[in-house]
């Protein structure tokens, strides 16, 4: 009778996905020192950073506090010019030691409208910039441009200030400040003795915010841009 012969080797056939996977062990497998160490930086990295952050969060908590705590004590005494220089002071402290964060910003919008308050339209226009230029926000940033471009109105300097009030109307024409910029527009054209341009300004505040406090402004104004107007010709 016969000898039925058995095949006692088994060929598998993988499928690609298996067969990298069982590459990539073999290569684990041999440059095992060598991954070890990279796991271990990778480890080690991991853990660095999060120490990083958990220290950085603390100082920029520290920071708000520190903050809050300028604010409040300016708040108790800010009729006194003092006081308010003080205050500027210690802001210019702590954005100094700040490198991200809240501290890192807010100071300096501080900073630029304490300086307006004290009539220093220089400075104010400073930090305000310095704050809009870091900060990001749809609230703070179009409104220290504002104050700095008023700022340049304050100091006589009307052209510029038209310029800088058109360039934050063409980037927040749909934002906040929206029906300011164009309210301040119109009354700077009033003021150079452009009635035709100030009247195309405050009907375009009236006409786009009939609930603002400036449109009912802007219906004044025009009153008197007329009787402007009608001096002029």
Known sequence: ???????????????????????????????????LYI??????????????????DMRSTDQQIRYEAIMDEYYKNRKDTKIVEKTIAELQKLADSAYIGFASKMPYYMMGNLYYDLKKFKEARK???????????????????????????????????????????????????????????????????????????????????PQSVLAGRAKQRLILTEVQKAKTE
């Not at 003795?193 to 405050?202: R, T, W």
């Open 39 to 56: 796991f271990g930086a990778i480890f080690l990295g991991l853990i660095l950073t999060i120490v990083a952050s958990v220290i950085v």
């Open 1 to 35: 009778m016969a000898k039925i012969k058995v095949k006692t080797n088994i060929d598998i056939e993988r499928n690609p996905v298996e067969r990298i996977l069982m590459k990539i062990a073999e290569i684990l497998k041999a440059n095992r020192k060598l991954v």
């Open 127 to 209: 930090y305000l910039l310095i704050f809009a230029n870091k900060d990001s926000s749809e609230v703070f940033t179009p409104l220290a441009f504002l104050k700095a471009a008023l700022s340049l109105e304050e100091m006589g300097k009307l052209d510029d200030a038209l310029v800088s009030l058109k360039k934050l109307q063409e980037k927040y024409g749909e934002g906040m400040v929206a029906d300011q910029v164009l309210y301040n527009i119109g009354r700077i054209y009033s003021i150079k003795g452009d009635p035709a341009q100030a009247k195309i300004y405050f009907n375009r505040v009236i006409a786009q915010f």
